[in-house]
């Protein structure tokens, strides 16, 4: 998204990344854009099929221990979001990339950046040809995941790592199946939570709470679906359209967040500088909301010659990050079980829940931030 980005301003970007192509297309992610993101796709001509193929998405069920509550995000904050698969948004990108004319390589190994300090960062890697190819730069973008290679290059001590381990995680499927309802269904139950989303017309993405320990192996289909069905029952007879299920994985699940996202001439963004428990579904749209930033401020600097962009960069980046930190762990708090949590814990969560949504205000809160808070403005 950057690079389309900054070829659009007329500024040169080569992209590096250790998965290849087809690794990253059939990597399972979340699919839930807010409005900001698909305008982000849209507005600056990238090759997207998110409008004709996505689905706006006007609301959510939020299930309380079998009973539905559809929170109506056009009727209390006037905004949708897109179900639009992450896969697909790549796909996209990488399309739009080769339409460019961009500079990618995937499948790359032994990445070892450096430099940050000086004029000219660079990046030594060997190709997928196995050819050894080092690139400098201007500025590199550390936009390389949880386990970024560039922010672990960064000297000790210079960055400060904020960490916060929950103890549990998701269960995911991918099904062969229509979808069960027309919306999203966010379930707490005295089973724990559950998530019913959607990919296509016939197949559906589901989720459940599970330990972080779970091994996906040890669950028959038939198994699955009984957890699933039991954790959504209720009076109204809501049931699951079943399927086969053709992937099952276990996602971790912590908040990490990296304070400042910039030292020297590496830029931190997404993943690389911070992750979210993925109720909620933030990730990409904090990754797209910082190179929304990014962009400007690059574009500033290497275009208008103004530096205050890249200075405020980080602090205008993490002040998102922190609101959408906070959402992400006060959905899950309040729609997860926990064994740890004590009898009033559990009470004063479900307590929590139905005060949200008993209250306009309360709904009005989550609706917002759900579809995304308004983009912080260029400097
Ligand atoms: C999906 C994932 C989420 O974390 C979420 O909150 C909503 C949807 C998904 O994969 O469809």
């Not at 992450?86 to 390589?105: I, R, S, Y």
């Not at 949200?356 to 809160?365: D, E, H």
């Amino acid at each position: 998204m950057l690079a389309h980005l900054l070829r659009t301003a007329g500024i040169d970007a080569i992209v590096i990344d250790n998965r290849t192509r087809e690794q990253i297309a059939h990597t399972h992610r979340a699919g839930i854009l807010e409005h900001g993101s698909v305008a982000l796709l849209t507005e600056s001509g990238a090759r997207t099929r998110v409008l004709t193929e996505g689905h706006r998405h006007d609301g959510i069920d939020v299930r309380v221990d079998g009973e539905s509550h559809r929170i109506d995000f056009r009727a209390t904050v006037g905004e949708s979001v897109w179900l639009y698969p992450q896969n697909e948004v790549f796909a996209d990108l990488a399309a739009t990339a080769d339409a460019d004319g961009t500079e990618v390589h995937y499948g790359v190994a032994d990445t070892v950046p450096g430099g940050f300090e000086t004029d000219r960062p660079a990046v030594a890697f060997t190709d997928a040809h196995g050819v050894r190819r080092r690139i400098a730069c201007d500025w590199l973008v550390g936009a390389d995941g949880s386990r970024s290679a560039c922010r672990r290059a960064v000297g000790e001590g210079a960055l400060t790592r904020y960490f916060h381990e929950y103890p549990f995680a998701w269960f995911g499927i991918l099904v062969q199946a229509p979808p069960s309802a027309p919306e999203l269904i966010y379930a707490r139950s005295q089973r724990g939570f559950a998530l019913i989303s959607q990919r296509s017309a016939d197949v559906q993405r589901m989720y459940f709470q599970c330990d972080p320990g779970e091994d996906p192996a040890a669950w028959s289909d038939d198994r699955i679906w009984a957890e699933l069905t039991a954790r959504i029952a209720g009076p109204d007879g809501l049931a699951l359209q079943t399927g086969p299920i053709f992937e099952k994985t276990v996602l971790p699940f912590r908040s990490t967040v990296t304070h400042p996202m910039r030292h020297g001439r590496l830029l931190l963004a997404g993943d690389a500088a911070h992750t979210v428990p993925p109720t909620g579904a933030k990730g990409l749209n904090l990754a797209f909301a910082d190179v929304a930033v990014l962009f400007a401020a690059l574009r500033a600097e290497l275009v208008d010659g103004r530096r205050a962009g890249l200075d405020a960069y980080s602090a205008t980046a993490l002040e998102r990050v922190w609101r959408a930190q906070s959402f992400s762990s006060w959905l899950t708090s309040m729609l997860h079980r926990s064994e740890s949590a004590s009898p009033f814990e559990e009470m004063r969560a479900l307590g929590e829940l139905r005060g949200v949504l008993a209250s306009p205000y309360g709904r009005q809160y989550l609706a917002e931030a759900y579809t995304g808070w308004p983009r912080a403005r260029a400097r």
